[in-house]
């Protein structure tokens, strides 16, 4: 008897100890549902802070346009006959069988537009498997660009060396597509590696150049997220002054890297 009333003793404080943990565990599953709801709620907020500072330049916005109408009218006036030049050297070296190239990117709001550009390519050079080695396309997949590309032509070294391939997207530009300055337009595959900071991203017009273009050094990647961050922190803070410090840095990164032979 006195063995049986040990054993039911035994059951209870058994059931008592269960009881006593599953409690805990529940209150613990609360309180991570709660914090997590709480982180969830936090990140929501500061999103939309983040677009509201964003979106909230209007007089700003306004203004950069009528800058941007105006500079890519007289650009375009005023680079005609290089325009013509350049048209004239692709054509000569007979590399392809167009001048001009466009390609699919987004624009603001995530709206898909064709920026315009000289062709620096070879045809077919779409085809990366078949120009590309193995070490190549691994850097080609995760930062969008390629060091010592085989596809790019001797004119086409030129033109982009000296950023004059990109003279085409003045047309982007009167058309309301690019802004002479922004964030790089990208490609709807790069989106990915904005996460939550896509939208923001898309949150205004991408420029012809931009704080990453002016600014970046060898080690600004996507892969160490240092290209994503310059571009975000751009759209946070932009203003007029520092849109001419960035078209005149613009051109100091371009002589540097012409001197460079890059």
Same mark, same amino acid.
């Given at each position: 008897?006195q063995?049986?009333?040990?054993?039911?003793g035994g059951?209870?404080?058994?059931?008592?100890?269960?009881?006593?943990? #599953?409690a805990?565990?529940?209150?613990a599953?609360?309180?991570q549902r709660s914090l997590?709801?709480?982180?969830?709620r936090a990140?929501?907020?500061a999103? =939309?802070?983040?677009l509201?500072i964003?979106r909230?330049?209007?007089?700003y916005?306004?203004?950069?346009r009528?800058f941007?109408v105006?500079g890519?009218?007289?650009g375009?006036m005023?680079?005609?006959?290089?325009?013509l030049?350049?048209?004239?050297?692709?054509?000569?070296?007979?590399s392809?069988?167009?001048?001009f !190239?466009?390609?699919?990117?987004?624009?603001?709001?995530?709206?898909? *537009?064709?920026?315009?550009?000289f062709r620096?390519?070879?045809?077919n050079?779409?085809?990366v498997?078949r120009w590309?080695?193995?070490?190549?396309?691994? #850097?080609?997949?995760?930062e969008? =660009?390629?060091e010592n590309?085989?596809?790019v032509t001797r004119?086409g070294? !030129?033109l982009?060396r000296?950023?004059?391939?990109?003279?085409?997207q003045?047309l982007?530009?009167?058309?309301?597509e690019?802004?002479?300055v922004?964030p790089r337009? *990208?490609?709807e595959s790069?989106?990915?590696?904005?996460?939550?900071?896509k939208?923001?991203?898309?949150?205004?017009?991408p420029?012809l150049?931009g704080?990453? #273009?002016?600014y970046?050094?060898?080690?600004?990647t996507?892969t160490?997220?240092?290209r994503?961050?310059?571009?975000?922190?751009y759209?946070?803070?932009?203003n007029?002054?520092w849109?001419?410090?960035i078209?005149l840095?613009?051109?100091?990164?371009i002589?540097?890297k012409? =001197?460079?032979g890059q």
């Amino acid at each position: 008897m006195q063995s049986d009333n040990k054993s039911l003793g035994g059951a209870k404080s058994s059931v008592a100890v269960r009881e006593r943990a #599953q409690a805990v565990n529940t209150a613990a599953v609360g309180e991570q549902r709660s914090l997590s709801a709480e982180q969830h709620r936090a990140s929501i907020a500061a999103k =939309k802070k983040a677009l509201k500072i964003a979106r909230g330049k209007k007089t700003y916005d306004t203004v950069k346009r009528i800058f941007d109408v105006v500079g890519s009218l007289m650009g375009l006036m005023v680079l005609s006959p290089v325009f013509l030049l350049i048209s004239l050297l692709i054509i000569a070296e007979r590399s392809g069988r167009h001048v001009f !190239f466009k390609q699919r990117r987004l624009g603001m709001g995530g709206k898909p *537009i064709y920026i315009y550009k000289f062709r620096t390519m070879i045809d077919n050079a779409e085809d990366v498997t078949r120009w590309l080695s193995e070490e190549q396309l691994r #850097q080609y997949y995760s930062e969008y =660009k390629v060091e010592n590309d085989p596809r790019v032509t001797r004119v086409g070294k !030129f033109l982009r060396r000296t950023g004059l391939d990109e003279l085409p997207q003045l047309l982007n530009i009167l058309k309301g597509e690019l802004s002479i300055v922004g964030p790089r337009p *990208i490609q709807e595959s790069e989106t990915v590696l904005y996460g939550k900071d896509k939208n923001l991203l898309l949150s205004i017009r991408p420029g012809l150049t931009g704080y990453w #273009q002016a600014y970046c050094s060898g080690d600004t990647t996507y892969t160490n997220r240092k290209r994503q961050r310059m571009e975000i922190h751009y759209v946070l803070h932009r203003n007029l002054l520092w849109d001419i410090k960035i078209c005149l840095a613009t051109f100091g990164a371009i002589v540097r890297k012409v =001197k460079r032979g890059q």
